[in-house]
């Protein structure tokens, strides 16, 4: 059953999904940018939609005037326990019950065929390595590691902050704790060793990783293939329009992305899952994992 809800198009209003389909088979270069509506499928709620992380915030912090601040840095450096409380739900599991989406599925399937040129991922859930992709870069970082604010140590994310978040507390690191301990003098007034994830706060600095490729790939990509992000947050929403003139970019969203509307040549607007699964069959790639899971 088809449940894209609406297709518009500069390519011609006849078609669309076939034109997506005829570029996706000629392109070698393909630049997938995507966001938080990749993995709500799978249950990791996104930022905006209803029922989302704002919302939540703004529902158990009412006096705050911006859900934002509980991801900037400026705050987190001043209090970082509503973080933390609300990391639970953006935390990936150990185990392997989180599994990646149909899409996250699709842009490995990509990779596979040797179509793409990179993944740019604004998520932190790490999806897109589980699904086997390996040309990605985490633009916002992600849970893997974390550094202590005050001594600078950095290191993975090991079962016991794991743990330790999971228990809702503020995960401390052993070094400052140790030296703390061990020096009677040690000025209590200090910075709290806290460990921070090394996630991209708003007002810190993208990964070196970003601006590493970014430049070199936007010259070098000849299709653009834009996944449930809306498109919000700079510098990666100005992709879109940083790339060369002429290079076909598509979306694939619940919802038009306002900002950027006009740069896009389709819009294949519906759940991504069933949009990509649909694309998938239309191209005649067999996957392992192509049933979208609201389908069941
Ligand atoms: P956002 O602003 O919440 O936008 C998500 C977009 O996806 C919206 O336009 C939704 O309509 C759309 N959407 C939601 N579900 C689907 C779906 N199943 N199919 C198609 N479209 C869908 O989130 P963005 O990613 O644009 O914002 C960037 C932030 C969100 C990044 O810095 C992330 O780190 C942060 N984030 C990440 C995760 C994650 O890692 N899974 C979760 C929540 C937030």
Redesign the pocket.
């Known amino acids: 059953l088809m449940r894209v809800r609406q297709v518009r198009s500069k390519l011609g209003e006849v078609n669309t999904l076939e034109d997506v389909v005829r570029l996706i088979e000629g392109s070698s270069r393909v630049l997938v940018l995507c966001?938080?509506?990749?993995?709500?499928?799978v249950g990791?709620?996104?930022?905006?939609?209803k029922g989302?992380?704002?919302e939540r915030i703004r529902q158990r912090y009412p006096f705050l005037d911006d859900p934002q601040l509980l991801f900037d840095i400026h705050q987190f450096r001043l209090d970082p326990r509503p973080f933390f409380e609300l990391a639970l739900e953006?935390l990936p599991a150990t185990d392997d019950a989180l599994r990646p989406s149909v899409s996250h599925c699709f842009v490995a399937e990509l990779e596979r065929r040797g179509k793409l040129l990179r993944c740019y991922t604004?998520?932190?859930?790490g999806?897109e390595r589980r699904a086997g992709v390996q040309r990605v870069v985490f633009c916002?970082g992600n849970f893997d590691t974390v550094t202590c604010v005050r001594c600078g140590w950095h290191g993975a994310l090991s079962d016991a902050v794991r743990e330790c978040i999971r228990a809702g507390q503020v995960p401390c690191c052993e070094r400052c704790r140790r030296l703390q301990a061990d020096d009677e003098d040690a000025d209590v007034e200090e910075v709290e060793p806290v460990l921070k994830p090394d996630?991209?706060f708003f007002g810190e600095s993208l990964s070196d990783a970003f601006f590493g490729q970014i430049h070199d790939d936007l010259e070098a990509t000849d299709l653009l293939l834009v996944?449930?992000?809306?498109?919000?947050?700079a510098p990666v929403a100005k992709i879109p329009t940083s790339i060369r003139p002429g290079v076909p970019q598509i979306l694939?969203?619940?919802?038009l992305?306002a900002r950027a509307r006009v740069e896009f040549d389709v819009e294949l607007l519906?759940?991504?899952?069933v949009v990509v699964a649909e694309l998938a069959r239309r191209l005649q790639w067999e996957m392992a994992s192509m049933t979208p899971a609201s389908a069941y």
Do not use: K, W
């Not at 996944?227 to 947050?233: A, F, M, P, R």
């Not at 519906?270 to 899952?273: I, N, T």
């Open positions: 966001g938080a509506g990749m993995s709500t499928a990791i709620p996104d930022f905006r939609s989302g992380i704002y953006l604004q998520n932190i859930d999806l916002h996630i991209v996944l449930g992000t809306s498109l919000q947050v694939i969203n619940r919802e992305v519906g759940d991504c899952d």
